[in-house]
Structures are given as C-alpha cells and as structure tokens.
C-alpha cells in the first residue's frame, strides 16, 4: 500500500529530527507512524494549499508531545517544506517540541495531555449544528486515557450522538513512568468505551489494511462517536527501540541514527 511507505518515510524523518534537535519522544512517535500514514493517505479529505479549507477533514494530534511524526506527515504531503523540517527544536522556530497551531494544517496546539480530545468534541459538535460534512479525527495516547477530561469527553460525544467524531487511542502499554498496567490499568479498556456510548472498533495499529478497513467502518456509523483502539508497539520499526520505555526521554546518537535508518530501510 501506498501508506506503507509512507509510514517509512515518516519514520525515517522522524528519526533524524529528533537525532539532530537532541530532542525525546522518539518511541510514541514511530508507534503512531501507521496510523497518521493511513489517515493522510488513504482517509482524510485535505487540501493543502488551502489549509483552511471549510470542508477539510479536522485532524488533532491530542499526544502533542510525538510531534515529530505529524510533522513529517505535513512536509509529504505539502503543507510545509521539507527543510522547514530541519529547524525543529531550535530557538524561534515554529516547529516547537509539543504541536503548534502556527503550522499550517495544524487545527490545535497540544501536549497538555487530556485537551485534543476536548477540542476535537467541538469540532464535532460544530459541524453537527451547521450540517457540514467534514469528520473530526482525534489521535490520543493511552497514558493520556488517566485524564478524566476525555472520559467527560466521551460522554458528551456519546450524548450528542457526534458520529462525525473519531478518536485513535495509540494503545503501546507504555507511557511516561511505566507499563499503562502499572501506572494506572486501563483494561477492560474496550468494554469502559462500548459503556460510554462509543463505537468501538480493535486492531492491530501497524496493519494498514486493518486500520483502514476501521476507518471504513466509522464512515458507515450514523448515531455514535467512534473509537478504535489501536494496539500498537512503543518504537515501532527500530528494534533496540520497541517497547523500551528509555525512548520516551532520549534521543539516538549517530551510531544509533545509523543502525535505525538501515533497519527501516530494509
């Protein structure tokens, strides 16, 4: 699929952003690489030479923190330069560490962790009370899932019946401190969701084919918000990465760079 490498591509600039910003939050960054490849290839309604485009589809990356991989999402498809891509972390640029609205197809900045899902209810809403016909896409972090905000969220989405709303939770079972289990246990996530009213729709997040047949799936719903639970792996496609919660904080150093790029290369 055309998304696949895309995914790569993502991955592979992702890396060199934060290997030269020095910057973290390289793990959830490649973990979400398949689900922002899916939505901007095959999924979302954009133009990006009309980022305010009334009709485009909302997209708001709620783990503003992983902002690397949205980023490099922008540069593929011509929202920004490439090269703007080079100036990530550094003083005065607008590609800061957590999102920024400054960019162009960026709806919201975010990183304070319960706020996207919120903004993107209203989104929801809006579009509901004009009869648009854009979808709001909502992508959050599962250590974000502590924060009582989006379960409000959810229940209010769920009450209005905002079924132009979809939320992807990045379900890698690691956040800042630790294992999602340790921490503070989401499961049984899928049923405390199906509890609050939503559509709620399991897969593999590295399956391009499955993800974009869940998407499918919330086009054809008509009376709820939708969530789909995406499981996926904490530094995706880097092996010395995947499920090390050290690549929450650090970034790799030029051997490292190296030896990722090699490997997603492949």
Same mark, same amino acid.
């Given at each position: 699929?055309?998304? /696949?490498?895309?995914?790569?591509?993502? $991955?592979? =600039?992702?890396? /060199?952003?934060? !290997?030269?910003?020095?910057?973290?939050?390289?793990?959830?960054?490649?973990? %979400?690489? *398949?689900?922002?490849?899916?939505?901007? &290839?095959?999924?979302? =309604?954009?133009?990006?030479?009309?980022? *305010?485009?009334?009709?485009?589809?909302?997209?708001? #990356?709620?783990?503003? !923190?992983?902002?690397?991989?949205?980023? +490099?999402?922008?540069?593929?498809?011509?929202?920004?330069?490439?090269?703007? #891509?080079?100036?990530?972390?550094?003083?005065?640029?607008? #590609?800061?560490?957590?999102?920024?609205?400054?960019?162009?197809?960026?709806?919201?900045?975010?990183?304070?962790?319960?706020?996207?899902?919120?903004?993107?209810?209203?989104? +929801?809403?809006?579009?509901? =009370?004009?009869? $648009?016909?854009? $979808? &709001?896409?909502?992508?959050?972090?599962?250590?974000?899932?502590?924060?009582?905000?989006?379960?409000?969220?959810?229940?209010?989405?769920?009450?209005?019946?905002?079924?132009?709303?979809?939320?992807?939770?990045?379900?890698?079972?690691? /956040?800042?401190?630790?294992? &999602?289990?340790?921490?503070?246990?989401?499961?049984?996530?899928?049923?405390?969701?199906?509890?609050?009213?939503?559509?709620?729709?399991?897969?593999?997040?590295?399956?391009?084919?499955?993800?974009?047949?869940?998407?499918?799936?919330?086009?054809?719903?008509?009376? $709820?918000? &939708?969530?789909?639970?995406?499981?996926?792996?904490?530094?995706?496609?880097?092996?010395? %990465?995947?499920?090390?919660?050290?690549?929450?904080?650090?970034?790799?150093? *030029?051997?490292?760079?190296?030896?990722?790029?090699?490997?997603?290369?492949?």
């Amino acid at each position: 699929m055309e998304s /696949q490498i895309f995914a790569k591509q993502i $991955r592979e =600039r992702s890396l /060199q952003m934060v !290997h030269q910003a020095h910057a973290s939050h390289i793990g959830g960054a490649l973990s %979400m690489a *398949d689900i922002i490849a899916v939505l901007f &290839t095959h999924v979302m =309604r954009y133009d990006a030479s009309r980022p *305010d485009w009334e009709e485009r589809d909302r997209f708001i #990356l709620s783990k503003g !923190h992983a902002c690397v991989s949205y980023y +490099a999402a922008l540069a593929q498809v011509g929202f920004i330069a490439d090269a703007d #891509l080079d100036t990530y972390s550094q003083n005065g640029s607008q #590609l800061m560490c957590h999102v920024s609205h400054k960019i162009p197809g960026v709806e919201v900045s975010a990183g304070s962790l319960g706020h996207g899902l919120p903004y993107g209810i209203g989104m +929801a809403l809006a579009a509901q =009370r004009k009869k $648009r016909h854009y $979808r &709001t896409f909502v992508l959050l972090g599962d250590g974000e899932m502590d924060e009582g905000s989006n379960w409000e969220g959810l229940m209010f989405a769920a009450h209005h019946r905002l079924h132009q709303l979809c939320a992807i939770i990045d379900y890698n079972k690691i /956040q800042s401190l630790g294992n &999602t289990n340790e921490v503070m246990c989401l499961e049984p996530l899928k049923d405390k969701l199906v509890a609050f009213g939503c559509n709620v729709l399991e897969v593999n997040g590295h399956d391009h084919e499955a993800l974009l047949s869940a998407f499918r799936q919330f086009e054809q719903e008509q009376q $709820r918000p &939708t969530v789909i639970v995406a499981h996926t792996v904490k530094g995706k496609g880097v092996s010395y %990465m995947e499920n090390n919660l050290a690549w929450h904080y650090k970034s790799p150093d *030029d051997q490292q760079l190296e030896a990722a790029i090699e490997e997603i290369e492949q």
